[in-house]
């Protein structure tokens, strides 16, 4: 059986991501670049949200913390405020906190 040169596997790989690039094991030339563009594949797609907690429910806060990325955060008055990207498959657990306009 005969393979393909290296290059011809790589080549779907990072046109893919991207680039006419080859990540280097030896030099270590392209695998930052590689890396970041796995985890941009990898990272969930998220939603930015505007929620609004109470500040008795630290459970729901930490939470928020946990699968989201908060960009914003507000504890003064009643109930703390967020401005968070949260990935679609969390909002049921956020939903009574979602802030509607």
Known sequence: MVL???TSLWRPVCGALGGPW????????????????IG???RPKREFLELRVPHDRAAVIA??????????????GKTARFKARIPPHHHDEFAEFIIKE
Do not use: C, D, N, W
Request: charged content about 20%.
């Open 4 to 6: 393909p040169p290296f």
């Open 22 to 37: 080859l990540p280097s094991a030896v030099t270590g030339e392209g695998v930052p670049h590689l890396l970041g563009e």
């Open 40 to 42: 941009t594949q990898l």
């Open 63 to 76: 939470r928020l913390h946990k699968v989201g990325q908060v960009i914003e955060r507000r504890y003064s």
